[in-house]
């Protein structure tokens, strides 16, 4: 019974797959047939038009030669006005005709429906006037040219002859393509999948459309029309067009009584997309029965052995029960140590502030007797520093952190990533100055930023293409850029793509703007990248030229004693650890914003000791009431978590919409809200932060 079900439930799979492929073969050259049937009527309608466009053409001809009769050169110019009124009558009638023109024998324009009178003009070295000529009795047809009124033309030319045989001339009329277009137009489905055409014997093409033809491209594929120019009325073939690359199931008629061929044709991708979506959707019906067939005799698999099954599945389900059990736990465990670990290493930060604020202030004050013993307190605060730092790394609310970042070692690691992030189709070189300096970034804000822009390199290059990674020093003089004088660092990323416009280029950093497909870009990328520059206290520039490719360049102030000016070099040798602190240019206000009472003491004493005047505030409510009421604050520094309505974040939104000028700054020892921080635009302090920090803040900008 076991082998009967297996065999049974083998059938029950083996059998649909067959049958659908067989439905999917038959459905496949249905499809096939009934786009054959398609593009045939498209290709009637088309030589129907055609024919009636030009036996009207051939009525116009005879007129004109009516009119003509055999008047030569002279007798033509004589008359120039009235044939120009005859014309111009003759050409207004009908809205495919945009000019009937009569040339002499020698190629002299003479008389023109749309010009009177006619400039000197001659047509005696052009192709159209000399195969005219030639082929006479026959009508020439001239590939598509810009006419005078601007629009694209092609022109049918009939050589009139004497009696006696002799050339003396050729009409010419001008047949607007859009008139063609316009029809051809109506009678495919929206989109690009279908094609009509109107070509000549050797492969020019009169009109196309949809018409996506390259600037410099005249012909379409000549192999073909050879293969087709000593057949019947119609032969059908599939080919890939040398137009725009896609392969088609096409028909080509030959135009009755005239040396044209009509094309229609429809892509074979679409065919196969319309042929795939059908059987995907039978699979999907067929797959219900089938499904239940098999969970029939699956079922009766597991009834042959039901006890040995339910022992199996009570086990399994008690082992599941246990690990999810113990699985829940150990989450709820580490949820709540990573609470508590944030909520320690939070409060451990102000205490640490506290330490490093009376630390400070004994060593801006000179010790008094107590070097040794503040240095050891500074050493042990510092590697308390770097145990709150693990712990909030495990609580994963670790603030932006710089460090010194050696760029050859660093690249060299990152690479691997990088080429990643371009992808197998681009080519990714790195090129790195021999003595390239450090720089003080966030390694992941840096990783982050290049990633962000090789990815838009990658979307810049669909076809494939080339970056260059370049690291080189450069030093910066005044008014440069926006970014202090000194020397830098320069990563530069450059891409053989498409390139920006200068529209796009302008806007190009600006936050949530993205110039691509709705759901495939945020607009953050590039603002990500200047972010992390500036942070870093540098910048980033984009240069780009349409159709040529864009060099994005990263410019991060030179960390390493090499790049500091000697005057600076002399002044931190020189300058004695017992000193006692500069005061600031002028004094300045500060409104402090800070729940913890000790945190706000030792802050509020290290900006007394540089000489600011402090204002202490425990809640934003009640800061955004002072701020209300006085508005006279040269800096606004806060603490994110508070208690009350606001946070500290709270605070800075509000303070940037009402008072747009006001210095703010936001402390905090978590990482929960920095992008939004970072979006509002105001500078954070990570505790427990640098005293150097805080008065590089506060110092007011010289005037």
Not at 238 to 262: A, M, N
Not at 474 to 483: F, K, P, T
């Amino acid at each position: 019974m076991r082998r009967a079900l297996h065999k049974l439930l083998a059938i029950s799979i083996i059998v649909p797959v067959i049958a659908l492929s067989g439905y999917g073969y038959y459905d496949y050259q249905r499809r096939l047939t009934d786009a054959q049937d398609v593009i045939d009527r498209l290709a009637r309608v088309a030589d129907e038009q055609a024919v009636k466009v030009l036996d009207l053409n051939r009525e116009m001809y005879e007129r004109v030669l009516e009119l003509l009769d055999e008047s030569n050169d002279m007798q033509i110019r004589s008359h120039e006005a009235e044939i120009h009124q005859r014309l111009k009558t003759i050409a207004e009638k009908f809205p495919q005709v945009a000019a009937i023109s009569v040339f002499g024998k020698d190629g002299d324009l003479l008389a023109s429906s749309r010009l009177f009178p006619v400039p000197a003009l001659s047509v005696r070295e052009r192709d159209d006037f000399r195969t005219a000529r030639y082929v006479r009795p026959h009508p020439y047809f001239s590939l598509p040219h810009h006419g005078a009124t601007g629009t694209s033309e092609f022109a049918t030319n009939m050589a009139r002859s004497a009696a006696d045989g002799r050339f003396i001339g050729v009409l010419s009329v001008a047949l607007r393509q859009q008139y063609f277009s316009d029809f051809y137009r109506d009678l495919v489905e929206p989109g690009e999948s279908d094609l009509v055409g109107l070509y000549r014997l050797d492969g020019g093409i009169l009109i196309r459309y949809p018409d996506n033809r390259p600037a410099v491209y005249t012909a379409a594929n000549p192999e073909v029309f050879k293969a087709i120019s000593g057949i019947g009325r119609a032969r059908h073939l599939k080919s890939t067009s040398t137009v725009d690359g896609v392969q088609r199931l096409l028909v080509y008629r030959r135009v009755d009584g005239y040396p044209l061929i009509i094309s229609a044709g429809i892509a074979t991708a679409t065919i196969y997309e319309q042929w795939l979506a059908n059987l995907l959707t039978i699979t999907a019906i067929a797959a219900i029965p089938t499904i239940a067939v098999c969970l029939l005799f699956l079922f009766s698999l597991r009834r042959l052995s039901a006890e040995q099954v339910a022992w199996e599945q009570w086990r399994n389900e008690v082992t599941m029960r246990l690990a999810t059990e113990a699985s829940s736990r150990h989450l709820q465990r580490m949820g709540s140590l990573g609470n508590l670990v944030a909520n320690v290493a939070h409060d451990f930060n102000n205490l640490l502030m506290v330490v490093d604020a009376n630390m400070e202030l004994a060593s801006r004050k000179g010790y008094t007797n107590l070097r040794k013993e503040v240095e050891a307190v500074q050493r042990a605060s510092r590697g308390a520093k770097g145990l709150a730092r693990k712990l909030m790394s495990v609580a994963r609310k670790q603030p932006l952190r710089q460090v010194p970042v050696e760029l050859r070692a660093w690249i060299e690691g990152a690479q691997g990533i990088l080429n990643t992030s371009v992808g197998d189709k681009v080519t990714l070189s790195v090129h790195i100055a021999d003595d390239i300096g450090t720089i003080r970034a966030d390694p992941a804000e840096l990783e982050s930023a290049l990633i962000n822009i090789a990815v838009n390199a990658k979307d810049a290059m669909p076809r494939g293409g080339k970056v260059v990674l370049r690291c080189q020093n450069r030093q910066i003089a005044v008014d440069e850029l926006d970014v202090p004088a000194g020397f830098y660092v320069v990563i530069s990323l450059t891409d053989n793509g498409e390139g920006m416009s200068t529209e796009v280029l302008r806007r190009a950093f600006e936050p949530l703007y993205t110039t691509k497909a709705e759901g495939a870009g945020t607009g953050l990328g590039l603002a990500q990248v200047l972010t992390a520059c500036e942070q870093a206290g540098g910048t980033a520039k984009i240069e780009s030229v349409p159709g040529f490719g864009t060099t994005v360049k990263l410019f991060f102030p030179r960390y390493d004693a090499d790049a500091l000016a000697p005057e600076q070099l002399d002044l931190k040798e020189s300058q004695p650890q017992t000193e006692v602190e500069k005061p600031l240019p002028r004094e300045v206000s500060v409104l402090l914003v800070e729940d913890n009472d000790e945190v706000a003491a030792g802050i509020a004493a290290v900006l007394e000791v540089f000489g600011c005047t402090v204002r202490h505030e425990t809640t934003a409510d009640s800061a955004m009431l002072v701020l209300g009421a006085l508005n006279a604050f040269d800096v606004v520094l806060s603490d994110i978590q508070m208690p009350g309505k606001l946070s500290g974040l709270d605070l800075a939104e509000q303070v940037r919409t009402r008072w747009p000028k006001q210095k703010i700054a936001l402390m905090t020892g978590y990482a929960n809200e920095l992008e939004r921080a970072k979006f509002i635009g105001v500078t954070i302090l990570a505790k427990p932060f640098d005293i150097d920090d805080l008065k590089a803040l506060i110092t007011p900008e010289p005037d």
